[in-house]
């Protein structure tokens, strides 16, 4: 496996790093990280990782640059790294939400190649959903970045217009979910049960579920009408919930941030 760097070593980029050496695909030794403040890569450093404030030396040291910084980050990232990057030796490849793969190559003024690659959270655990697109010329580094981030969950390759929508649903999709298991978690405190009860209960619920689905490939509405059965508790349940917008509700959200993910990089730009 070629030497990787992730430049910007926030929440999804730790995330990343972790979940590639818990994959077994790669060592600590094999991973360079870089932040803008030494300070902040001390516990990575204690954990085996290479860490650097020094994004050129980073990339020279490397062959798969992972581009994990914020869209308002990316630009200054570009002005530092572009003067070392080769095209015979470099493949980028890009988490940052609304930069396209052809605003990438001409701020870098450079061909090579750049994979858009959208992970979540997850993949620390080893259970991201990562959306990956590349130039059709470029296929055999989308199969690169298939094969690294299928050791860390599921992938799926899209067409480059529908990444916007991925970050949506799959990286934002993390906290909605997340807000949905903690909504039901207070309502379990709320018939009865201990916060910490609550919370164990809703997550594995939600999980039997979710896997539910992914192990069988069932359709949601085939399970709910399992168990809906007439003047049911739990139809009475759904009923009040969709009477206050639930279902509206995280499509609206879904739809918002799609949107939002469409616009965020050349509002930066």
């Keep these: 496996m070629k030497k990787i760097s992730i430049i910007g070593c926030g929440n999804i980029g730790s995330a990343i790093a972790n979940g590639l050496v818990k994959s077994n695909n790669y060592k600590h030794s094999e991973i360079i990280l870089t932040r803008r403040r030494s300070q902040d890569l001390e516990p990575y450093i204690e954990s085996g990782f290479i860490g650097l404030t020094d994004n050129k030396k980073a990339v020279n040291d ?38 396209s793969i ?31 697109c590349a130039d059709k010329k470029d296929n055999e580094y989308a199969e690169l970045a298939i094969k690294i981030f299928d050791s860390v969950g599921k992938t799926i390759q899209i067409n480059e217009e529908l990444m916007g929508a991925a970050t949506a649903l799959c990286a934002c999709g993390t ?20 916060s910490h009860e609550a919370l164990v209960m809703a997550a594995q619920t939600a ?33 009040q919930m969709e009477h206050n917008g639930f279902s509206s509700s995280m499509i609206k959200g879904i739809v918002t941030a799609s949107e939002k993910a469409e616009k965020i990089y050349s509002n930066n730009d």
């Design 102 to 132: 052809k605003q990438i190559k001409d701020h870098l003024e450079l061909d090579l190649p750049v994979v858009r690659v959208m992970p979540n959270t997850a993949i620390a655990i080893q259970e991201s959903m990562t959306c990956i």
């Design 175 to 194: 906290a909605f979910f997340l807000r949905a298991v903690r909504a039901a978690s207070q309502g379990g405190i709320e018939i009865g049960f201990h």
């Design 62 to 99: 490397s062959e798969i640059i992972i581009l994990a910084v914020t869209p308002q980050q990316l630009n200054a990232v570009f002005e530092d790294i572009k003067s070392v990057l080769d095209p015979n030796k470099h493949i980028i490849m890009s988490v940052v939400s609304g930069a």
């Design 207 to 239: 999980k039997g579920a979710a896997s539910m689905l992914l192990k069988e490939g069932k359709h949601p509405e085939r399970e709910i009408d399992k168990v809906t059965t007439p003047q049911g508790i739990t139809i009475s349940g759904l009923n």
